[in-house]
Nanobody, 124 residues
């Protein structure tokens, strides 16, 4: 079965940091563009960041530019999302997904495989 396993979520205070990991199972990520999405209660799934087939192609939502960094380690079949200076509005379930076409990084319908997500909860 082809899927992702995400990890690294947790409780974080405003201004804190987390590093999310997304490891593929059953397929090799070297052939895919990878995206991170956030799903907050009552809101649509939104694209947070995406990385292309090579490390030099990265994209970020305006709300996270300068604070988040996406990277991939093809040897470990894993993609990472380093999140710094976290804000309360950044809470939600973070999911990673793989796209064989690699088009429109922030459009969920363009992705082929998804993980179950990891929860990021803001602490006040």
């Amino acid at each position: 079965q082809l899927h992702f396993v995400e990890s690294g979520g947790g409780l974080v205070q405003p201004g804190g940091s987390l590093r999310l990991s997304c490891t593929a199972s059953g397929f090799n990520i070297v052939y895919y563009a990878i995206g991170w999405f956030r799903q907050a209660p009552g809101k649509e799934r939104e694209g947070v960041s995406g990385i292309g087939f090579t490390d030099d192609i990265t994209n970020y939502a305006d709300s996270v530019k300068g604070r988040f960094s996406i990277s991939r380690d093809n040897a470990k079949n894993t993609v990472y999302l380093q999140m710094n200076s976290l804000k309360v509005e950044g809470a939600g379930v973070y999911l990673c997904a793989a796209s064989y076409d690699g088009d429109a990084w922030n459009v969920p319908e363009g992705y082929d495989y998804w993980g179950q997500g990891t929860q990021v909860t803001g602490s006040t």
